[in-house]
Protein backbone atom coordinates (compact mmCIF):
# COMPACT_ATOMS: atom_id res chain seq x y z
CA UNK A 1 0.00 0.00 0.00
CA UNK A 2 1.64 3.05 -1.11
CA UNK A 3 1.00 6.18 -3.30
CA UNK A 4 2.03 7.01 -7.25
CA UNK A 5 1.96 10.08 -9.17
CA UNK A 6 4.09 10.92 -12.42
CA UNK A 7 3.93 13.33 -15.35
CA UNK A 8 4.29 12.13 -18.87
CA UNK A 9 4.26 13.43 -22.37
CA UNK A 10 5.34 10.74 -25.29
CA UNK A 11 5.45 14.28 -27.63
CA UNK A 12 6.72 17.09 -26.11
CA UNK A 13 9.85 15.41 -24.37
CA UNK A 14 10.41 17.88 -22.23
CA UNK A 15 13.79 18.18 -19.93
CA UNK A 16 13.63 16.41 -16.84
CA UNK A 17 15.10 19.52 -15.11
CA UNK A 18 11.17 21.33 -16.24
CA UNK A 19 9.94 17.96 -14.64
CA UNK A 20 11.88 17.24 -11.72
CA UNK A 21 10.01 20.29 -9.20
CA UNK A 22 6.68 19.13 -10.67
CA UNK A 23 7.51 15.53 -9.39
CA UNK A 24 8.90 17.01 -5.96
CA UNK A 25 5.43 18.82 -5.30
CA UNK A 26 3.08 15.66 -6.22
CA UNK A 27 5.23 13.73 -4.16
CA UNK A 28 4.44 16.02 -1.21
CA UNK A 29 0.74 15.96 -1.37
CA UNK A 30 1.24 12.01 -1.32
CA UNK A 31 3.63 12.04 1.38
CA UNK A 32 0.91 10.57 3.86
CA UNK A 33 0.48 7.41 1.86
CA UNK A 34 3.98 6.18 2.56
CA UNK A 35 5.66 7.76 5.62
CA UNK A 36 8.38 4.71 4.91
CA UNK A 37 10.06 6.29 2.01
CA UNK A 38 10.21 7.98 -1.29
CA UNK A 39 11.42 7.17 -4.74
CA UNK A 40 11.34 8.71 -8.55
CA UNK A 41 12.57 7.62 -11.87
CA UNK A 42 12.99 9.36 -15.19
CA UNK A 43 12.95 8.35 -18.57
CA UNK A 44 12.48 10.68 -21.58
CA UNK A 45 8.93 12.45 -20.97
CA UNK A 46 8.66 10.74 -18.25
CA UNK A 47 8.86 11.03 -14.53
CA UNK A 48 7.86 8.51 -11.85
CA UNK A 49 7.62 8.83 -8.30
CA UNK A 50 6.40 6.78 -5.68
CA UNK A 51 5.93 6.98 -1.80
CA UNK A 52 6.37 3.79 0.19
CA UNK A 53 4.35 1.82 3.14
CA UNK A 54 6.43 -1.19 3.76
CA UNK A 55 4.09 -4.47 4.21
CA UNK A 56 5.60 -6.69 2.04
CA UNK A 57 9.44 -7.28 1.36
CA UNK A 58 10.01 -3.80 4.36
CA UNK A 59 13.98 -4.26 2.47
CA UNK A 60 15.42 -1.64 -0.20
CA UNK A 61 14.29 -4.59 -2.97
CA UNK A 62 11.12 -3.79 -2.34
CA UNK A 63 12.15 -0.26 -3.55
CA UNK A 64 10.09 1.52 -6.03
CA UNK A 65 9.51 2.74 -8.47
CA UNK A 66 11.00 -0.89 -9.92
CA UNK A 67 12.09 -2.11 -13.38
CA UNK A 68 11.94 -5.89 -14.75
CA UNK A 69 14.52 -8.04 -15.25
CA UNK A 70 14.58 -7.97 -19.12
CA UNK A 71 14.36 -4.00 -18.61
CA UNK A 72 11.55 -3.57 -20.26
CA UNK A 73 9.21 -2.56 -17.64
CA UNK A 74 8.78 0.69 -15.53
CA UNK A 75 6.25 0.26 -12.42
CA UNK A 76 4.75 1.87 -9.89
CA UNK A 77 2.33 0.31 -7.93
CA UNK A 78 0.56 0.97 -5.37
CA UNK A 79 -1.91 -2.04 -3.38
CA UNK A 80 -1.03 -6.03 -2.62
CA UNK A 81 -0.91 -9.12 -5.00
CA UNK A 82 -1.90 -11.41 -2.68
CA UNK A 83 -0.89 -14.63 -4.62
CA UNK A 84 2.05 -13.44 -6.04
CA UNK A 85 4.06 -16.16 -4.24
CA UNK A 86 2.20 -18.69 -6.25
CA UNK A 87 2.68 -17.39 -9.44
CA UNK A 88 6.59 -17.40 -9.04
CA UNK A 89 6.77 -20.54 -10.24
CA UNK A 90 5.34 -19.98 -13.35
CA UNK A 91 7.60 -17.10 -14.03
CA UNK A 92 11.14 -17.74 -15.50
CA UNK A 93 13.37 -15.20 -13.31
CA UNK A 94 16.09 -15.32 -10.94
CA UNK A 95 14.65 -13.32 -7.91
CA UNK A 96 16.40 -10.06 -5.74
CA UNK A 97 13.61 -9.87 -3.17
CA UNK A 98 10.21 -11.23 -1.69
CA UNK A 99 7.61 -8.19 -3.22
CA UNK A 100 4.93 -8.39 -5.01
CA UNK A 101 6.26 -5.62 -7.08
CA UNK A 102 8.45 -7.73 -8.45
CA UNK A 103 6.37 -10.62 -9.43
CA UNK A 104 4.33 -8.30 -11.08
CA UNK A 105 6.95 -6.91 -13.55
CA UNK A 106 8.42 -10.45 -14.04
CA UNK A 107 4.47 -11.19 -15.33
CA UNK A 108 3.97 -8.47 -17.44
CA UNK A 109 7.35 -9.75 -19.09
CA UNK A 110 5.84 -12.64 -19.78
CA UNK A 111 2.42 -11.90 -20.19
CA UNK A 112 2.05 -8.65 -21.01
CA UNK A 113 -1.02 -7.18 -20.00
CA UNK A 114 -2.26 -10.46 -20.36
CA UNK A 115 -1.20 -11.15 -17.01
CA UNK A 116 -3.68 -8.97 -15.16
CA UNK A 117 -6.32 -11.82 -15.49
CA UNK A 118 -3.69 -13.81 -12.95
CA UNK A 119 -3.52 -11.49 -10.17
CA UNK A 120 -5.35 -11.87 -6.60
CA UNK A 121 -5.54 -8.65 -5.28
CA UNK A 122 -5.55 -4.34 -4.99
CA UNK A 123 -3.66 -2.42 -7.18
CA UNK A 124 -3.53 1.16 -9.22
CA UNK A 125 -0.37 0.98 -11.45
CA UNK A 126 1.45 2.78 -13.87
CA UNK A 127 3.53 0.57 -16.07
CA UNK A 128 5.62 2.36 -18.29
CA UNK A 129 6.94 0.09 -21.46
CA UNK A 130 10.21 0.99 -22.21
CA UNK A 131 9.98 -0.75 -25.90
CA UNK A 132 6.39 0.77 -27.09
CA UNK A 133 6.61 3.54 -25.05
CA UNK A 134 3.51 3.88 -23.78
CA UNK A 135 2.16 4.25 -19.96
CA UNK A 136 -0.55 1.57 -18.81
CA UNK A 137 -2.56 3.46 -16.02
CA UNK A 138 -4.52 0.06 -14.61
CA UNK A 139 -7.20 -0.42 -11.43
CA UNK A 140 -7.87 -3.34 -9.92
CA UNK A 141 -11.05 -5.00 -10.85
CA UNK A 142 -13.58 -3.40 -8.06
CA UNK A 143 -11.90 -0.34 -7.24
CA UNK A 144 -9.93 -0.76 -3.84
CA UNK A 145 -7.25 1.19 -4.86
CA UNK A 146 -7.61 5.19 -6.59
CA UNK A 147 -6.01 6.11 -9.50
CA UNK A 148 -6.57 10.00 -11.34
CA UNK A 149 -5.40 11.50 -14.30
CA UNK A 150 -5.45 14.89 -15.85
CA UNK A 151 -4.27 16.43 -19.65
CA UNK A 152 -1.78 19.04 -18.94
CA UNK A 153 -2.10 22.46 -20.43
CA UNK A 154 1.03 22.48 -21.76
CA UNK A 155 0.92 18.56 -23.82
CA UNK A 156 0.87 15.25 -21.82
CA UNK A 157 -0.35 14.22 -19.31
CA UNK A 158 -0.61 13.82 -15.02
CA UNK A 159 -1.54 11.02 -12.62
CA UNK A 160 -1.53 9.95 -9.48
CA UNK A 161 -3.18 8.60 -6.30
CA UNK A 162 -5.26 11.25 -5.07
CA UNK A 163 -7.36 13.55 -7.31
CA UNK A 164 -6.26 16.65 -5.33
CA UNK A 165 -2.80 16.42 -5.89
CA UNK A 166 -3.56 15.97 -9.60
CA UNK A 167 -5.92 18.94 -9.98
CA UNK A 168 -3.59 21.21 -7.98
CA UNK A 169 -0.65 20.50 -10.41
CA UNK A 170 -3.45 21.73 -13.23
CA UNK A 171 -4.73 24.87 -11.17
CA UNK A 172 -8.12 22.79 -11.65
CA UNK A 173 -11.37 24.34 -9.77
CA UNK A 174 -14.49 23.02 -8.65
CA UNK A 175 -16.80 21.71 -10.88
CA UNK A 176 -20.18 23.18 -10.57
CA UNK A 177 -22.35 21.10 -12.65
CA UNK A 178 -21.75 17.78 -10.61
CA UNK A 179 -22.35 19.49 -7.27
CA UNK A 180 -25.78 18.48 -7.38
CA UNK A 181 -24.57 15.03 -8.00
CA UNK A 182 -22.42 15.24 -4.93
CA UNK A 183 -25.26 16.79 -2.77
CA UNK A 184 -27.70 13.95 -3.76
CA UNK A 185 -25.53 11.16 -3.48
CA UNK A 186 -22.41 12.50 -1.17
CA UNK A 187 -19.89 11.51 -3.80
CA UNK A 188 -19.53 12.87 -7.45
CA UNK A 189 -21.23 10.51 -10.28
CA UNK A 190 -18.63 7.39 -11.00
CA UNK A 191 -15.37 8.22 -13.53
CA UNK A 192 -15.65 11.90 -12.50
CA UNK A 193 -14.49 13.97 -9.70
CA UNK A 194 -15.07 17.19 -8.41
CA UNK A 195 -12.17 18.96 -10.14
CA UNK A 196 -12.43 20.14 -13.60
CA UNK A 197 -10.60 17.99 -16.25
CA UNK A 198 -9.27 15.59 -13.24
CA UNK A 199 -11.13 12.07 -14.17
CA UNK A 200 -10.88 8.81 -12.62
CA UNK A 201 -9.54 5.34 -14.15
CA UNK A 202 -12.65 3.29 -13.66
CA UNK A 203 -12.53 0.35 -11.62
CA UNK A 204 -11.17 -2.98 -13.78
CA UNK A 205 -9.36 -0.82 -16.74
CA UNK A 206 -6.45 0.26 -18.84
CA UNK A 207 -6.03 4.10 -19.40
CA UNK A 208 -2.93 3.59 -21.95
CA UNK A 209 -1.10 7.12 -23.34
CA UNK A 210 0.98 7.19 -25.97
CA UNK A 211 1.98 9.18 -28.87
CA UNK A 212 -1.65 8.47 -30.21
CA UNK A 213 -3.30 9.72 -27.59
CA UNK A 214 -5.40 7.83 -25.11
CA UNK A 215 -7.03 5.09 -25.34
CA UNK A 216 -9.55 3.35 -22.24
CA UNK A 217 -9.71 -0.67 -22.48
CA UNK A 218 -12.06 -2.84 -19.67
CA UNK A 219 -10.37 -5.58 -18.95
CA UNK A 220 -12.95 -7.02 -16.64
CA UNK A 221 -16.45 -7.05 -16.54
CA UNK A 222 -18.89 -9.29 -13.44
CA UNK A 223 -20.20 -12.35 -14.50
CA UNK A 224 -23.49 -13.57 -14.62
CA UNK A 225 -25.75 -15.91 -12.79
CA UNK A 226 -26.11 -19.20 -13.45
CA UNK A 227 -29.72 -20.83 -14.20
CA UNK A 228 -29.44 -23.58 -11.91
CA UNK A 229 -29.03 -22.89 -8.27
CA UNK A 230 -26.31 -25.17 -6.32
CA UNK A 231 -27.41 -27.16 -3.90
CA UNK A 232 -27.06 -25.82 -0.32
CA UNK A 233 -24.17 -27.99 0.98
CA UNK A 234 -22.58 -27.45 -2.58
CA UNK A 235 -23.09 -23.96 -1.69
CA UNK A 236 -21.54 -23.98 1.72
CA UNK A 237 -18.73 -26.23 0.70
CA UNK A 238 -17.60 -23.46 -2.38
CA UNK A 239 -18.35 -20.46 -0.07
CA UNK A 240 -16.10 -22.06 3.19
CA UNK A 241 -13.30 -22.99 0.54
CA UNK A 242 -13.08 -19.28 -1.47
CA UNK A 243 -14.04 -17.39 2.01
CA UNK A 244 -10.84 -19.27 4.31
CA UNK A 245 -8.48 -18.80 1.57
CA UNK A 246 -8.92 -14.97 0.92
CA UNK A 247 -8.75 -14.35 4.58
CA UNK A 248 -5.88 -16.78 4.79
CA UNK A 249 -4.46 -14.79 1.53
CA UNK A 250 -5.46 -10.90 3.21
CA UNK A 251 -2.96 -11.84 5.90
CA UNK A 252 0.21 -12.26 3.53
CA UNK A 253 2.23 -9.51 5.61
CA UNK A 254 5.82 -8.78 6.99
CA UNK A 255 4.76 -6.26 9.80
CA UNK A 256 1.56 -6.74 12.28
CA UNK A 257 -2.19 -6.98 11.13
CA UNK A 258 -5.27 -6.35 12.85
CA UNK A 259 -8.96 -6.73 12.37
CA UNK A 260 -11.90 -4.17 12.59
CA UNK A 261 -14.25 -5.84 14.86
CA UNK A 262 -18.25 -4.78 15.41
CA UNK A 263 -21.17 -7.05 16.49
CA UNK A 264 -22.59 -7.25 12.70
CA UNK A 265 -21.87 -10.50 10.21
CA UNK A 266 -18.93 -9.40 8.02
CA UNK A 267 -16.42 -8.76 10.31
CA UNK A 268 -17.52 -11.53 12.93
CA UNK A 269 -16.76 -13.80 9.97
CA UNK A 270 -13.55 -12.28 8.73
CA UNK A 271 -12.56 -12.32 12.84
CA UNK A 272 -13.25 -15.81 12.83
CA UNK A 273 -11.78 -17.11 9.44
CA UNK A 274 -8.57 -15.36 10.71
CA UNK A 275 -8.47 -17.33 14.34
CA UNK A 276 -9.45 -20.18 12.72
CA UNK A 277 -6.45 -20.43 10.43
CA UNK A 278 -4.01 -19.59 13.23
CA UNK A 279 -3.65 -16.38 12.94
CA UNK A 280 -2.63 -13.75 15.72
CA UNK A 281 -4.93 -10.42 15.38
CA UNK A 282 -5.42 -7.58 17.08
CA UNK A 283 -9.13 -6.92 17.42
CA UNK A 284 -10.16 -2.84 17.19
CA UNK A 285 -13.87 -1.67 17.93
CA UNK A 286 -15.98 1.51 18.80
CA UNK A 287 -17.50 2.22 21.56
CA UNK A 288 -20.26 5.48 20.59
CA UNK A 289 -21.08 7.46 23.47
CA UNK A 290 -24.70 7.28 21.95
CA UNK A 291 -25.70 4.03 23.86
CA UNK A 292 -28.39 3.51 20.66
CA UNK A 293 -25.37 3.16 18.07
CA UNK A 294 -22.93 0.88 20.66
CA UNK A 295 -21.78 -2.30 19.62
CA UNK A 296 -18.58 -2.68 21.49
CA UNK A 297 -20.20 -5.15 24.00
CA UNK A 298 -20.51 -7.79 21.63
CA UNK A 299 -17.41 -7.32 19.39
CA UNK A 300 -15.96 -7.74 22.79
CA UNK A 301 -17.55 -10.96 23.42
CA UNK A 302 -16.38 -12.23 19.99
CA UNK A 303 -12.60 -11.09 20.42
CA UNK A 304 -12.78 -12.87 23.86
CA UNK A 305 -14.59 -16.03 22.43
CA UNK A 306 -11.53 -16.21 19.89
CA UNK A 307 -8.59 -15.18 22.11
CA UNK A 308 -7.79 -12.04 20.24
CA UNK A 309 -6.57 -8.86 22.20
CA UNK A 310 -8.88 -5.51 21.68
CA UNK A 311 -8.41 -2.19 21.48
CA UNK A 312 -11.54 -0.48 22.03
CA UNK A 313 -11.74 3.66 20.76
CA UNK A 314 -14.47 5.52 22.44
CA UNK A 315 -16.10 7.95 20.07
CA UNK A 316 -17.93 11.09 22.13
CA UNK A 317 -21.63 12.18 21.61
CA UNK A 318 -20.77 15.22 20.32
CA UNK A 319 -18.27 15.85 16.94
CA UNK A 320 -14.86 17.25 18.02
CA UNK A 321 -14.21 19.94 15.56
CA UNK A 322 -10.81 19.42 15.18
CA UNK A 323 -11.49 15.99 14.20
CA UNK A 324 -14.01 17.02 11.45
CA UNK A 325 -11.29 19.49 10.27
CA UNK A 326 -8.80 16.31 9.97
CA UNK A 327 -11.06 14.34 7.87
CA UNK A 328 -12.08 17.22 5.79
CA UNK A 329 -8.70 17.59 5.14
CA UNK A 330 -8.06 14.25 4.40
CA UNK A 331 -10.60 12.98 2.12
CA UNK A 332 -9.00 14.14 -0.78
CA UNK A 333 -11.90 15.18 -2.16
CA UNK A 334 -15.81 15.97 -0.17
CA UNK A 335 -17.39 12.97 0.74
CA UNK A 336 -20.45 13.75 2.68
CA UNK A 337 -20.48 9.90 4.64
CA UNK A 338 -20.60 10.42 8.47
CA UNK A 339 -18.88 7.36 8.85
CA UNK A 340 -15.86 8.89 7.55
CA UNK A 341 -15.32 10.38 11.17
CA UNK A 342 -15.35 6.94 13.23
CA UNK A 343 -12.89 5.39 10.22
CA UNK A 344 -10.58 7.90 10.34
CA UNK A 345 -10.16 7.81 14.36
CA UNK A 346 -9.89 3.87 14.67
CA UNK A 347 -7.36 4.04 11.85
CA UNK A 348 -5.28 6.83 13.80
CA UNK A 349 -5.45 4.44 16.86
CA UNK A 350 -4.88 1.14 14.95
CA UNK A 351 -2.21 2.46 13.85
CA UNK A 352 -0.59 2.74 17.07
CA UNK A 353 -0.30 -1.10 16.94
CA UNK A 354 -0.51 -2.42 13.58
CA UNK A 355 0.13 -1.60 9.75
CA UNK A 356 -2.39 -3.27 8.34
CA UNK A 357 -6.25 -3.62 9.61
CA UNK A 358 -8.71 -6.72 7.18
CA UNK A 359 -12.16 -4.61 7.12
CA UNK A 360 -15.68 -6.20 6.31
CA UNK A 361 -16.16 -3.36 3.25
CA UNK A 362 -17.67 -4.89 0.40
CA UNK A 363 -19.73 -7.69 2.01
CA UNK A 364 -22.95 -5.67 1.99
CA UNK A 365 -22.69 -4.88 -1.47
CA UNK A 366 -22.39 -8.23 -3.09
CA UNK A 367 -24.21 -10.63 -0.60
CA UNK A 368 -27.14 -8.72 -0.50
CA UNK A 369 -26.86 -6.75 3.55
CA UNK A 370 -28.43 -4.07 3.11
CA UNK A 371 -32.32 -3.46 3.84
CA UNK A 372 -32.64 -1.54 0.20
CA UNK A 373 -32.02 -5.00 -1.22
CA UNK A 374 -34.70 -6.06 0.64
CA UNK A 375 -37.24 -3.19 -0.78
CA UNK A 376 -36.01 -3.81 -4.19
CA UNK A 377 -37.09 -6.77 -4.11
CA UNK A 378 -40.40 -6.53 -2.62
CA UNK A 379 -41.50 -3.05 -4.44
CA UNK A 380 -43.49 -4.54 -7.14
CA UNK A 381 -45.61 -7.13 -4.40
CA UNK A 382 -48.63 -6.28 -2.71
CA UNK A 383 -46.28 -5.75 0.31
CA UNK A 384 -44.63 -3.46 -1.42
CA UNK A 385 -47.18 -1.58 -2.61
CA UNK A 386 -48.74 -1.35 1.04
CA UNK A 387 -45.62 0.30 2.37
CA UNK A 388 -46.25 2.78 -0.32
CA UNK A 389 -49.52 3.95 0.53
CA UNK A 390 -48.39 3.65 3.94
CA UNK A 391 -45.65 6.23 4.20
CA UNK A 392 -47.47 8.58 1.72
CA UNK A 393 -49.80 8.40 4.34
CA UNK A 394 -47.47 9.07 7.03
CA UNK A 395 -46.05 11.85 5.53
CA UNK A 396 -49.50 13.54 4.75
CA UNK A 397 -50.66 13.20 7.95
CA UNK A 398 -47.75 14.06 10.36
CA UNK A 399 -45.72 16.00 7.81
CA UNK A 400 -41.67 15.22 7.25
CA UNK A 401 -39.70 12.97 9.34
CA UNK A 402 -38.18 14.93 12.33
CA UNK A 403 -34.85 14.49 13.81
CA UNK A 404 -34.25 11.63 16.29
CA UNK A 405 -31.20 10.01 17.82
CA UNK A 406 -29.72 6.77 16.96
CA UNK A 407 -30.18 4.94 13.64
CA UNK A 408 -33.12 6.11 11.08
CA UNK A 409 -36.24 4.65 12.29
CA UNK A 410 -39.18 2.65 10.00
CA UNK A 411 -40.64 6.26 9.51
CA UNK A 412 -37.44 7.62 7.58
CA UNK A 413 -37.22 4.23 5.45
CA UNK A 414 -41.16 4.23 4.65
CA UNK A 415 -40.57 7.90 4.25
CA UNK A 416 -37.84 7.30 1.20
CA UNK A 417 -39.91 4.12 0.17
CA UNK A 418 -42.68 6.20 -1.12
CA UNK A 419 -41.02 8.65 -2.35
CA UNK A 420 -38.91 6.33 -5.14
CA UNK A 421 -41.09 3.16 -5.25
CA UNK A 422 -43.07 4.43 -8.25
CA UNK A 423 -39.97 4.72 -10.38
CA UNK A 424 -38.04 1.56 -11.81
CA UNK A 425 -37.00 -1.25 -9.43
CA UNK A 426 -33.23 0.04 -10.69
CA UNK A 427 -33.60 3.88 -10.46
CA UNK A 428 -35.77 3.85 -7.00
CA UNK A 429 -32.91 1.77 -5.79
CA UNK A 430 -30.01 3.84 -6.60
CA UNK A 431 -32.52 6.52 -5.14
CA UNK A 432 -33.20 5.57 -1.45
CA UNK A 433 -29.96 6.65 -0.61
CA UNK A 434 -30.92 10.20 -1.84
CA UNK A 435 -29.42 12.99 0.40
CA UNK A 436 -30.73 16.31 -1.03
CA UNK A 437 -34.01 15.47 -2.84
CA UNK A 438 -34.53 17.32 -6.07
CA UNK A 439 -36.80 19.79 -4.13
CA UNK A 440 -34.28 20.71 -1.36
CA UNK A 441 -31.83 21.50 -4.93
CA UNK A 442 -33.36 23.99 -6.47
CA UNK A 443 -34.55 25.32 -3.29
CA UNK A 444 -31.00 26.07 -2.95
CA UNK A 445 -30.36 27.10 -6.50
CA UNK A 446 -29.34 24.14 -8.33
CA UNK A 447 -30.74 21.69 -10.94
CA UNK A 448 -31.43 18.32 -9.94
CA UNK A 449 -28.16 16.21 -11.44
CA UNK A 450 -28.16 14.71 -14.63
CA UNK A 451 -29.44 11.19 -14.94
CA UNK A 452 -27.32 10.44 -17.79
CA UNK A 453 -24.40 10.18 -14.89
CA UNK A 454 -25.62 6.61 -13.87
CA UNK A 455 -27.57 5.46 -17.22
CA UNK A 456 -25.16 3.72 -18.38
CA UNK A 457 -24.59 1.69 -14.80
CA UNK A 458 -27.75 1.21 -14.42
CA UNK A 459 -28.46 -0.12 -18.12
CA UNK A 460 -25.44 -2.38 -17.43
CA UNK A 461 -26.86 -3.78 -14.17
CA UNK A 462 -30.93 -4.16 -15.62
CA UNK A 463 -29.36 -7.16 -17.50
CA UNK A 464 -29.38 -9.16 -14.22
CA UNK A 465 -31.89 -10.36 -12.95
CA UNK A 466 -33.60 -8.90 -9.35
CA UNK A 467 -31.48 -8.24 -6.96
CA UNK A 468 -28.42 -9.00 -8.56
CA UNK A 469 -29.15 -6.17 -10.69
CA UNK A 470 -29.10 -3.67 -7.47
CA UNK A 471 -26.07 -5.60 -6.41
CA UNK A 472 -23.93 -5.06 -9.66
CA UNK A 473 -25.53 -1.14 -9.66
CA UNK A 474 -24.27 -0.64 -6.20
CA UNK A 475 -20.81 -2.36 -6.98
CA UNK A 476 -20.23 -0.04 -9.82
CA UNK A 477 -21.60 3.01 -8.15
CA UNK A 478 -22.01 3.30 -4.63
CA UNK A 479 -19.01 1.08 -3.36
CA UNK A 480 -16.29 2.59 -5.16
CA UNK A 481 -17.22 6.06 -4.52
CA UNK A 482 -18.38 5.79 -1.02
CA UNK A 483 -17.60 2.48 0.62
CA UNK A 484 -13.94 2.32 -0.62
CA UNK A 485 -12.98 5.95 -0.73
CA UNK A 486 -14.28 6.38 2.41
CA UNK A 487 -11.50 3.19 3.80
CA UNK A 488 -8.84 4.27 1.39
CA UNK A 489 -8.42 7.86 2.07
CA UNK A 490 -9.11 7.46 6.36
CA UNK A 491 -6.83 4.49 6.07
CA UNK A 492 -3.88 6.37 4.40
CA UNK A 493 -4.37 9.53 6.33
CA UNK A 494 -2.43 7.38 8.81
CA UNK A 495 -0.28 5.06 7.17
CA UNK A 496 -2.52 2.28 7.36
CA UNK A 497 -3.40 -0.59 5.00
CA UNK A 498 -6.88 -1.11 4.41
CA UNK A 499 -7.90 -4.68 2.85
CA UNK A 500 -10.61 -6.21 1.98
CA UNK A 501 -11.14 -9.57 1.93
CA UNK A 502 -14.96 -9.92 0.54
CA UNK A 503 -13.66 -8.33 -2.48
CA UNK A 504 -11.32 -10.93 -3.42
CA UNK A 505 -12.92 -11.48 -7.23
CA UNK A 506 -12.94 -15.11 -6.94
CA UNK A 507 -15.79 -14.65 -3.76
CA UNK A 508 -17.47 -11.80 -5.70
CA UNK A 509 -17.68 -13.89 -8.37
CA UNK A 510 -19.26 -16.62 -6.52
CA UNK A 511 -21.39 -14.13 -5.35
CA UNK A 512 -22.67 -13.14 -8.50
CA UNK A 513 -22.97 -16.58 -10.24
CA UNK A 514 -25.56 -17.55 -8.03
CA UNK A 515 -29.39 -16.45 -8.35
CA UNK A 516 -30.81 -13.61 -5.76
CA UNK A 517 -32.92 -15.90 -3.74
CA UNK A 518 -29.67 -17.65 -2.91
CA UNK A 519 -28.25 -14.57 -1.37
CA UNK A 520 -31.39 -12.72 -0.21
CA UNK A 521 -35.16 -14.36 0.95
CA UNK A 522 -37.65 -13.09 3.58
CA UNK A 523 -35.78 -9.82 4.13
CA UNK A 524 -32.82 -11.68 5.54
CA UNK A 525 -29.83 -10.94 2.92
CA UNK A 526 -26.29 -12.95 2.94
CA UNK A 527 -27.80 -16.30 3.98
CA UNK A 528 -24.08 -18.17 2.59
CA UNK A 529 -22.23 -15.86 5.08
CA UNK A 530 -24.92 -16.84 7.84
CA UNK A 531 -24.82 -20.49 7.14
CA UNK A 532 -20.88 -20.52 7.28
CA UNK A 533 -21.18 -18.63 11.12
CA UNK A 534 -23.63 -20.80 12.23
CA UNK A 535 -21.38 -23.78 10.75
CA UNK A 536 -18.21 -22.31 13.04
CA UNK A 537 -20.25 -22.50 15.97
CA UNK A 538 -21.14 -18.46 16.35
CA UNK A 539 -25.00 -18.40 16.39
CA UNK A 540 -25.18 -14.31 17.45
CA UNK A 541 -23.16 -13.07 14.53
CA UNK A 542 -24.80 -15.46 12.21
CA UNK A 543 -28.64 -13.87 13.13
CA UNK A 544 -27.41 -10.17 13.92
CA UNK A 545 -29.39 -7.71 12.05
CA UNK A 546 -27.76 -5.47 9.72
CA UNK A 547 -26.72 -2.13 12.02
CA UNK A 548 -24.47 -0.41 9.83
CA UNK A 549 -21.60 1.93 10.88
CA UNK A 550 -23.92 4.93 11.61
CA UNK A 551 -23.05 8.24 13.80
CA UNK A 552 -25.59 10.61 15.40
CA UNK A 553 -25.50 13.09 12.89
CA UNK A 554 -28.41 14.21 13.88
CA UNK A 555 -28.03 15.27 17.29
CA UNK A 556 -24.23 16.89 15.73
CA UNK A 557 -26.06 19.18 13.11
CA UNK A 558 -28.59 20.04 15.92
CA UNK A 559 -26.01 21.17 17.85
CA UNK A 560 -22.03 22.55 17.48
CA UNK A 561 -21.94 21.53 13.81
CA UNK A 562 -24.72 23.01 12.49
CA UNK A 563 -23.39 26.39 14.14
CA UNK A 564 -19.93 25.71 12.89
CA UNK A 565 -22.04 25.15 9.28
CA UNK A 566 -23.78 28.87 10.08
CA UNK A 567 -20.33 30.13 11.57
CA UNK A 568 -18.28 28.81 8.11
CA UNK A 569 -21.34 30.35 5.25
CA UNK A 570 -18.51 31.98 3.07
CA UNK A 571 -17.22 28.70 1.91
CA UNK A 572 -20.45 27.88 0.13
CA UNK A 573 -22.05 31.45 -0.58
CA UNK A 574 -20.86 31.10 -4.25
CA UNK A 575 -22.11 27.88 -4.59
CA UNK A 576 -25.62 27.70 -2.72
CA UNK A 577 -28.32 29.89 -1.28
CA UNK A 578 -26.35 30.13 2.36
CA UNK A 579 -30.12 32.00 3.61
CA UNK A 580 -31.54 28.73 2.67
CA UNK A 581 -29.10 27.02 4.14
CA UNK A 582 -29.53 28.75 7.71
CA UNK A 583 -32.98 28.06 7.02
CA UNK A 584 -32.32 24.32 7.37
CA UNK A 585 -30.44 24.69 10.25
CA UNK A 586 -32.96 26.18 12.54
CA UNK A 587 -35.57 23.67 11.11
CA UNK A 588 -33.31 21.28 11.86
CA UNK A 589 -33.06 22.64 15.29
CA UNK A 590 -36.32 23.40 16.06
CA UNK A 591 -37.55 19.65 15.35
CA UNK A 592 -39.67 20.08 12.33
CA UNK A 593 -37.80 18.57 9.65
CA UNK A 594 -34.55 16.18 9.96
CA UNK A 595 -32.10 18.04 7.64
CA UNK A 596 -29.25 16.31 9.03
CA UNK A 597 -27.37 14.56 6.42
CA UNK A 598 -28.19 17.58 4.06
CA UNK A 599 -26.70 19.66 6.48
CA UNK A 600 -23.72 17.46 6.66
CA UNK A 601 -23.12 17.23 3.37
CA UNK A 602 -22.54 21.03 3.14
CA UNK A 603 -20.97 21.36 6.37
CA UNK A 604 -18.24 19.06 4.86
CA UNK A 605 -18.39 20.55 1.41
CA UNK A 606 -17.46 23.97 3.47
CA UNK A 607 -14.87 22.24 5.84
CA UNK A 608 -12.78 20.55 2.88
CA UNK A 609 -13.20 23.96 0.81
CA UNK A 610 -11.64 25.67 3.22
CA UNK A 611 -8.89 23.37 4.20
CA UNK A 612 -7.97 23.05 0.35
CA UNK A 613 -8.15 26.90 -0.07
Not at 36 to 62: K, N, W
Amino acid sequence: MCGLVGIFDPVGRPPRAALEPILARLLRDIAHRGPDGEGAAHEPGLALGHRRLAILDVSDTGLQPMSSHDGRYLLAHNGEIYNHLDLRPQLPSEWRGTSDTETLLEAFSAHGLEALSRLCGMFALAVYDRRERRLHLIRDRFGIKPLFFAARPEGGWIFGSEARAVGRAIGARLRRDVLADYLSWGYPPPGSTLLEGVLEVAPGEIVTLSERGLDRQQYYTLPRANEAAPSPRDQDEAFDAIFTRSVREHQLSDVPIGVLLSSGVDSSAIAIASARSGARLTGFTVRFGDEGLDESAEAGRLARDLGLPVVVLSVPKELDRATLDAVAASSDLPLADSSNVGTWLIAREARKHVKVLLTGDGADETWAGYETYTATDMVRSPLGRAARLAGRDLDAFFGPPRPRAGRPGLRVKLSRFSRYSGLEPLEAHRRWRTLVDDVSLRSLGLDRPDPAHFRSHIESAAVRDGVNGALALDVSTYLVQDELTRLDRMAMAHGLEGRVPFLDHRLVELAFSWRPEVKLRSGLGKRPVRRWLEAQGFPGPAHARKRGFNHPVASWMAGAAGQWLLEDQSALEDLVDTPRVAGWVQEHRSGIRDRSYELFALLILGRWRMAAA
